[in-house]
């Protein structure tokens, strides 16, 4: 019998609110599969710290610290080693080189703090988002989960959930409530992923 169990890897470039969301449904059994290392191009970055307090290996690889191709060749040593089955973009800021979309085809996810196509692309990161959102006076906002391509937030949409805003009287109140439902959401489509309930392809 194979009980070898899915591996998925967790990207994150800042606080990684979300690993910690993913290393909970694993304790609380919501979420069946393990974490085979955590990737930051910030080495400062809180996520790294949650990884090592959790015996998780945590890497840290920035493209600013090679010469050309010698990043990817990094990468993919990694990846290599490790072998995840997904790969899992959690507050991620960096683009992933194409090289390396080519390897993991429909193997790499994110998610995103808005519904997509809207509210997303180059320059839409934290706040920036909920703050798109609110001065668009939107009364529904919500959480994407889709797959990653070469540019930013515009891979396959895979998983939507709207949450109604019309509560909110700021950006941060709809961040604050937004992040709680991806807290819910990411380790649920991921288990969907495992599950095959949720099949990827581009
Ligand atoms: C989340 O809002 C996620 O949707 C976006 O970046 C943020 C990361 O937050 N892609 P955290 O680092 O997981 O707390």
Known sequence: MNDRKFRIA???SGRGSNLQAIIDAISHKKLNCEICFVLSNNS????LEI??????????????????DNFVNSLIDVLDQYMPDLIVLAGYMKLIPESILKICRNKIINIHPALLPKHGGQG??????????????????????????????EGKIIFQKEVDISDCKSPEEIAEKILKYEHELYPYVIQKIIDKEIILSE
């Open 124 to 153: 839409m990161y934290g706040m920036n988002v909920h703050r798109s959102v609110f001065q668009a006076g939107e009364k529904i906002s919500g959480v994407t989960v889709h797959l990653v391509n070469e540019k930013y937030d």
């Open 10 to 12: 967790v990207f994150a």
């Open 51 to 68: 990884a090592r307090n959790n015996n998780i290996p945590a890497i840290h690889l920035s493209e600013k610290n090679f010469h050309k």
């Open 44 to 47: 400062k970055a809180f996520a």
